[in-house]
């Protein structure tokens, strides 16, 4: 090995190590040289290159003598690992760092690096990585797992962090004293790929302090549309997948070795979730014999991973797991569709006793009925036109300038009937936006098995013209339609040869100097596409003298102008633009006299109070100008005669800067300042017996600005609607509304519950009972629960705390249950309570609902205090009351000492309580009226009424 001369004690050296790079290694070094710290040297180790990439070394050596230093291996090694460790042999730094060839550091890399480490004395530090997709049009950028370096912090061990361990396995990122390294003897594994993986697990589990900084080290250059994949990237080796096991058993060893199971049940976790995904992906395009040996090598390692580990899989997840290992490949294709595609339904599904199957095989086995069991995916829930569903590519064939394409689309639990009317079209739409779409019919789908079979020859040559420069990639969708009802589908590409037929010609409307070809293609998510490409020499020509064109000075000027206008136009609709001008200009414009935005759970619902305020004014023909509010893209459900404003849209700030009433119940945006003009009325929706606002010790640990501008959002309020003396008692103090802001009407929804008390029926209320079908001799139960969080804040998904099943089977033939899930929540009922349990979570008001119900089931919901008012019987299912009671914002009463109505803390004492209502209605009738005495006792049936006298007088009366 040649060396050149020797200069005095680095502070970093940097082993930069390449094999056939010539073109991009002096980039490379030159990121090196080019570090803010400038005692660095650059170690460049040749791994045996074939072309000129150690000649390329030794000139950079000549070009900086003393900071450059070229060392070339014998032998090509195969692998990243023997380079490093070549180059740390002869490494002087204090510190060493790794760098490819075709990478480069950021330029205060070094110098961020080493300082963190002389400050903390880590053996280890280690910085963000971005990852450059240097083929994207538009400078793609990536961060890696940026969660890890939001801030500079000192390990004293690395299972401090498991993150770390599992997630960043990168040895490039980093910055190794190099007396630890030779201390420990760590080097990378030689002739096995995936050396980082065990190196940073060795380095890892040795450092006595690990040191992570919040600054981007290095910049990992990605080439997505590379014909040649990479080492780490070629899956479709089998050699590929050994090695990555093989690396993992090692590391096993480790963890085992040292007794660290935590880190080793995390590792499982990723593996299962991430390493195995990479190669499932892959499966679907290769033959049996690869399958079986990867099923062969997947097989013994899987199956020693803990319960724990694959517990953490989501349903089809773990779907997939099991079938690979019963080497079950009919069933874990389209399993492996859906984990790729989540929201596709893949399989045709089977039921079974009211249950729903991902298939039918092994259901005689209880654990794997278990694992198959999608019942709680909600796909038997869905209409065919909310299904996305799996469309097998069947064939492919080229006739000329035609292409046939055939495929199956699944029809799950055969949800398309055998005498449905069905119509489909095929469609081609460029990736990028585009003016045009093209469309082919498609003859005769027909019934075939459990899927619907369709065949089409589609004249691609004649009929579909791109432009040729703009819109490269072409998408395909089969549009079906059953009976009126679209459902549309993307074209699954599996074992159909796409590579070996030949491309369609194509006329781009810009001529074929664009492109002469279509090809087909495999889309990342396992879809058929198609790509313009250039065969000819003309179009080849034509194509270069285009990009040549589109990186002149003029084309660059031209794109810079475009990209500066999209990043103004992105800043104009950005947050902090809207409160500017919000602030700024919109509230100087003048107030529109009767203008009233209303507003309901922050704009998700036409309900509560405002609702029942709006309709006041519109029973009594007030002239207003009504405004309502709504979040996402399509407002549903909201009455037609109103103006509708998208939250948090320019008509939404313009309506609430002009409008002389704001009206809503939980908030409008904390940084809207509202204007003294404007009557802000904060209905509220619901009494407490959680702690609230600041009674909660969170907002209280808030820090003294914080809490000064959500003050400030609060002191908005012109008035605040209490329906009793405890809301004063809590809800005003928590939120520190005055006394003098106070409405003490009772709540404007509940004047329905009130009046139905008299005798008043709700038409509403009947007109839902007709939509719902429900019998007229079974009494209606509802069952409405609240959301329960988890300790981090994120909201748990829904369970039932008793076995809704068991529920229809014993009294399916005596009540109705209606369960309305907390819209944090999402609910999926079994198809065997059908009829007997009712999802009404997507009704948009409770109001109906109540008046619906002969009696409550609850926990600890804020409509415990509404239905009260209709003196019927409530069951307050408490079973975790502990756990909701006594974390840390606690309760303001203690529910299980003045429930008005039986407080059951399992559930055969649940099923208990429902035996009898009557005898539920008479037990508690007492304490239900004082309940209500108590915390509801404004609320006497006219809140609307005087509101609406106060705020806009008593004319307009209905005529």
């Given at each position: 090995m040649a060396v050149s001369s020797v200069a005095p004690e680095p502070d970093v050296s940097v082993v930069v190590i390449v094999y056939n790079d010539e073109d991009r290694l002096?980039?490379?070094?030159?990121?090196?040289?080019?570090?803010?710290?400038?005692?660095?040297?650059?170690?460049?180790?040749?791994?045996?290159?074939?072309?000129?990439?150690?000649?390329?070394?030794?000139?950079?050596?000549?070009?900086?003598?003393?900071?450059?230093?070229?060392?070339?291996?014998?032998?090509?090694?195969?692998?990243?690992?023997?380079?490093?460790?070549?180059?740390?042999?002869?490494?002087?730094?204090?510190?060493?760092?790794?760098?490819?060839?075709?990478?480069?550091?950021?330029?205060?890399?070094?110098?961020?690096?080493?300082?963190?480490?002389?400050?903390?004395?880590?053996?280890?530090?280690?910085?963000?990585?971005?990852?450059?997709?240097?083929?994207?049009?538009?400078?793609?950028?990536?961060?890696?797992?940026?969660?890890?370096?939001?801030?500079?912090?000192?390990?004293?061990?690395?299972?401090?962090?498991?993150?770390?361990?599992?997630?960043?396995?990168?040895?490039?990122?980093?910055?190794?004293?190099?007396?630890?390294?030779?201390?420990?003897?760590?080097?990378?594994?030689?002739g096995i790929h995936y050396e980082d993986l065990l190196f940073s697990a060795q380095a890892y589990l040795a450092a006595r302090r690990i040191t992570l900084i919040p600054n981007t080290v290095y910049f990992w250059n990605v080439v997505q549309k590379s014909a040649t994949k990479s080492i780490s990237n070629r899956r479709g080796e089998i050699r590929n997948f050994a090695d990555r096991v093989e690396i993992h058993r090692r590391i096993d060893a480790l963890l085992q070795q040292r007794g660290e199971d935590e880190l080793k049940l995390r590792k499982d976790i990723k593996f299962l979730k991430h390493d195995l995904v990479l190669y499932f992906r892959e499966l679907p395009f290769l033959d049996d014999d690869y399958r079986h040996r990867f099923a062969e090598l997947a097989r013994p390692y899987v199956q020693t991973f803990s319960d724990a580990a694959y517990a953490e899989l989501d349903r089809v997840h773990a779907i997939c797991a099991q079938l690979l290992l019963r080497e079950d490949w009919t069933d874990l294709m389209p399993a492996i569709d859906t984990l790729i595609n989540r929201n596709k339904i893949s399989a045709p599904l089977v039921e079974r006793d009211g249950r729903i199957y991902w298939t039918d095989r092994?259901?005689?086995?209880?654990?794997?009925?278990?694992?198959?069991?999608?019942?709680?995916?909600?796909?038997?829930?869905?209409?065919?036109?909310?299904?996305?569903?799996?469309?097998?590519?069947?064939?492919?064939?080229?006739?000329?300038?035609?292409?046939?394409?055939?495929?199956?689309?699944?029809?799950?639990?055969?949800?398309?009937?055998?005498?449905?009317?069905?119509?489909?079209?095929?469609?081609?739409?460029?990736?990028?936006?585009?003016?045009?779409?093209?469309?082919?019919?498609?003859?005769?789908?027909?019934?075939?098995?459990?899927?619907?079979?369709?065949?089409?020859?589609?004249?691609?040559?004649?009929?579909?013209?791109?432009?040729?420069?703009?819109?490269?990639?072409?998408?395909?969708?089969?549009?079906?339609?059953?009976?009126?009802?679209?459902?549309?589908?993307?074209l699954t590409v599996g074992t159909v040869d796409l590579e070996d037929v030949e491309d369609v010609p194509v006329r781009p409307r810009l001529t074929r100097l664009m492109a002469d070809r279509l090809e087909a293609q495999v889309s990342a998510k396992g879809h058929l596409a198609f790509r313009l490409t250039q065969h000819g020499q003309l179009a080849r020509t034509g194509r270069a003298a285009v990009e040549r064109n589109l990186h002149s000075r003029p084309a660059r000027a031209a794109k810079g102008a475009y990209r500066t206008l999209r990043a103004v136009r992105r800043e104009l609709n950005s947050g902090t633009r809207k409160l500017q001008v919000y602030e700024r200009m919109l509230t100087r414009l003048p107030v529109r006299k009767g203008t009233v935005v209303f507003e309901s759970h922050l704009g998700k619902q036409y309900s509560?109070?405002?609702?029942?305020?709006?309709?006041?004014?519109?029973?009594?023909?007030?002239?207003?100008?009504?405004?309502?509010?709504?979040?996402?893209?399509?407002?549903?459900?909201?009455?037609?005669?109103?103006?509708?404003?998208?939250?948090?849209?320019?008509?939404?700030?313009?309506?609430?800067?002009?409008?002389?009433?704001?009206?809503?119940?939980?908030?409008?945006?904390?940084?809207?300042?509202?204007?003294?003009?404007?009557?802000?009325?904060?209905?509220?929706?619901?009494?407490?017996?959680?702690?609230?606002?600041?009674?909660?010790?969170?907002?209280?640990?808030?820090?003294?600005?914080?809490?000064?501008?959500?003050?400030?959002?609060?002191?908005?309020?012109?008035?605040?609607?209490?329906?009793?003396?405890?809301?004063?008692?809590?809800?005003?103090?928590?939120?520190?509304?005055?006394?003098?802001?106070?409405?003490?009407?009772?709540?404007?929804?509940?004047?329905?519950?009130?009046?139905?008390t008299q005798g008043t029926p709700d038409p509403e209320a009947q007109r839902l009972a007709e939509r719902l079908g429900l019998a007229p001799d079974r009494q209606v139960l509802l069952y409405a629960p609240t959301f329960r969080a988890r300790p981090d804040g994120r909201v748990r998904d829904f369970e039932f705390p008793f076995d809704v099943e068991e529920f229809a089977t014993r009294f399916g033939d005596r009540y109705t249950l209606l369960v309305r899930a907390h819209y944090l929540n999402r609910l999926t009922l079994p198809p065997s309570v059908a009829g007997r349990v009712i999802d009404v979570s997507a009704e948009p008001d409770i109001t109906p609902l109540m008046l619906l119900a002969d009696a409550l089931i609850t926990d600890y919901s804020s409509v415990m205090f509404d239905y009260a008012l209709l003196?019927?019987?409530?069951?307050?299912?408490?079973?975790?009351?502990?756990?909701?009671?006594?974390?840390?914002?606690?309760?303001y009463f203690d529910l299980l000492a003045e429930a008005p109505g039986p407080v059951p803390r399992t559930a055969q004492e649940f099923f208990d309580a429902l035996a009898d209502l009557g005898t539920l209605r008479t037990t508690y009738e007492a304490r239900l009226k004082e309940f209500v005495d108590k915390y509801g006792e404004y609320d006497r049936g006219n809140a609307a009424a005087q509101i609406v006298d106060r705020f806009f007088g008593t004319t307009g009366e209905a005529r």
């Open positions: 002096a980039t490379a070094v030159g990121s090196v040289l080019e570090q803010s710290l400038r005692n660095v040297e650059v170690i460049i180790a040749d791994d045996c290159s074939t072309d000129g990439s150690y000649e390329v070394a030794q000139a950079l050596a000549a070009a900086h003598p003393g900071k450059v230093r070229a060392i070339r291996l014998p032998e090509n090694s195969g692998g990243c690992g023997e380079p490093r460790n070549q180059g740390v042999k002869v490494a002087r730094g204090r510190y060493v760092m790794f760098l490819d060839s075709d990478d480069t550091l950021e330029p205060n890399a070094c110098r961020n690096m080493v300082e963190a480490g002389d400050r903390t004395g880590a053996d280890l530090v280690s910085g963000l990585c971005v990852r450059v997709h240097t083929d994207s049009r538009h400078g793609k950028r990536v961060l890696w797992y940026p969660w890890l370096y939001r801030s500079t912090r000192t390990l004293e061990s690395v299972a401090e962090l498991p993150d770390l361990f599992v997630f960043d396995t990168l040895s490039t990122n980093k910055c190794y004293r190099r007396d630890f390294l030779l201390d420990n003897d760590l080097t990378f594994p030689r092994y259901l005689d086995d209880p654990e794997m009925r278990s694992v198959l069991d999608v019942t709680t995916l909600g796909y038997h829930a869905k209409q065919l036109n909310q299904m996305f569903l799996r469309n097998r590519l069947t064939e492919y064939t080229v006739r000329g300038g035609d292409v046939v394409l055939a495929g199956e689309v699944v029809n799950p639990l055969h949800t398309i009937a055998d005498d449905a009317n069905l119509t489909a079209e095929l469609e081609f739409r460029a990736r990028r936006r585009s003016l045009q779409t093209f469309r082919f019919p498609v003859p005769a789908p027909r019934h075939q098995g459990d899927t619907i079979a369709w065949r089409a020859q589609v004249p691609l040559a004649r009929k579909l013209r791109p432009l040729g420069i703009v819109d490269d990639v072409w998408d395909v969708r089969l549009h079906l339609t059953a009976d009126g009802k679209r459902t549309t589908s993307r509560d109070s405002p609702r029942a305020l709006y309709e006041e004014l519109r029973r009594r023909g007030t002239p207003i100008t009504a405004i309502w509010s709504y979040a996402g893209q399509r407002p549903e459900g909201f009455p037609k005669d109103v103006q509708l404003v998208r939250r948090w849209s320019w008509r939404y700030l313009r309506a609430l800067a002009q409008a002389e009433f704001w009206i809503d119940n939980q908030g409008y945006p904390l940084r809207l300042a509202k204007r003294p003009e404007t009557t802000y009325i904060q209905t509220w929706h619901g009494s407490a017996l959680k702690r609230m606002g600041f009674d909660e010790p969170g907002l209280r640990m808030l820090s003294e600005p914080e809490q000064r501008a959500y003050q400030q959002a609060l002191d908005r309020f012109d008035h605040f609607v209490v329906r009793s003396e405890h809301d004063v008692r809590t809800l005003a103090r928590a939120y520190r509304i005055p006394e003098h802001k106070l409405l003490r009407t009772g709540y404007p929804r509940n004047d329905a519950l009130v009046r139905a003196h019927r019987p409530i069951v307050f299912f408490a079973h975790d009351w502990e756990e909701y009671a006594q974390d840390t914002r606690g309760t």
